[in-house]
């Protein structure tokens, strides 16, 4: 049964995800930086068969359809459960590679989907606009800036169906463009609550926050650049109406929106960081590899992120033994699923 719908967020459909620990339903989502930094995706919800152009600071992006329009931010979930397996991977030592092979049920469960018939018919057609859109670009990946032209994915199959002929399982080869960004880490952690954002925009503007706030006190941007990076084909006045409707609904994951004057938006979190230093003492690489056999399948790292935002929401107590409480922790986590 799924959790009720929060005022403007989709219903928790798998509530019970959390549960099954394995390496699929227990990875931290995980987004590359460059495709949050710039629009490569559609906001619309119908057919989209423009093509993009976008520059900014020397970065230049052009974003071309296949017949069956433009890749939607919301197919952008395969891109970030792919992107999230080959974290979880990395960080556990084990080898990865640009082809993963999924269940398609699992990734319906990890981005808040519904497993009907339906859903999966709308997988396969989210796979074949990736497939299909086309980036010319000379944004950086993994170090290395080259202008060049890709697609989103480069190939996916299904490798087993039911004999009614629903996907079971299915085998996505990722561009080299993206594969190698997550080589170098350059991702980001997602709030889960990221699936349950309704509207294109949001998810956008999340992602902009994610990357740009952060963690900082605070992240402020002139109203016209935000709709310029946001890649809202909306005019300027109907963006301006879309933003403020967000902050009164005021349901965006991690952070808080504010009009200012000057037609300036202010992006904070919605947990105070603590003030550098003060802080639980980083902790042993060896402290982490007992959390990994404590956590089989789960990103250490974004465990103890998870644990240091715990201890700065509950008071900032002063830790004798920080290495012993984390794995303290790690350990009721788990029982708790």
């Excluded at 808040?112 to 997988?123: H, I, W």
Aim: proline share 7%; with cysteine.
């Amino acid at each position: 049964m799924s959790t009720p719908a929060s005022p403007g967020l989709l219903p928790d459909r798998h509530p019970q995800a959390d549960f099954f620990l394995c390496d699929i339903l227990g990875a931290n989502p995980k987004d590359d930086m460059a495709t949050m930094e710039h629009p490569v995706f559609s906001l619309s919800t119908r057919p989209d068969l423009r093509v993009l152009d976008y520059r900014h600071n020397g970065v230049e992006v052009t974003v071309t359809p296949s017949v069956r329009g433009l890749a939607t931010i919301h197919d952008k979930d395969i891109l970030i459960y792919c992107i999230s397996q080959l974290m979880a991977a990395l960080n556990a030592g084990r080898p990865v590679a640009r082809t993963l092979h999924l269940r398609a049920h699992d990734l319906l469960v990890a981005t808040n989907r519904e497993t009907s018939g339906d859903a999966y018919r709308r997988l396969r057609e989210a796979f074949e606009r990736l497939a299909g859109t086309r980036i010319t670009t000379n944004i950086a990946s993994g170090g290395l800036e080259t202008t060049r032209g890709f697609g989103l994915i480069e190939a996916w199959e299904i490798v087993r169906r039911t004999r009614g002929g629903r996907m079971v399982s299915v085998a996505v080869t990722l561009s080299d463009w993206l594969y190698r960004a997550v080589l170098a880490k350059s991702v980001l952690t997602l709030s889960r609550d990221y699936f349950r954002l309704r509207k294109p925009l949001e998810r956008r503007v999340y992602e902009l926050a994610r990357k740009h706030c952060g963690r900082q006190p605070e992240w402020v941007i002139r109203l016209e650049v935000l709709h310029h990076k946001s890649g809202s084909a909306s005019p300027l006045r109907v963006f301006r109406r879309m933003i403020r409707d967000m902050i009164g609904q005021g349901h965006l994951p991690d952070y808080r929106l504010e009009e200012l004057p000057g037609d300036r938006i202010r992006v904070t979190p919605r947990r105070a960081p603590a003030a550098p230093g003060t802080g639980p003492a980083p902790l042993a690489p060896e402290t982490l590899d007992a959390a990994r056999a404590l956590a089989p399948g789960h990103d250490v790292h974004a465990l103890e992120a998870e644990w240091r935002a715990v201890w700065a929401a509950t008071g900032r107590k002063p830790l004798r033994a920080p290495a012993r409480a984390f794995l303290g922790w790690v350990k009721k986590r788990m029982a708790a699923g």
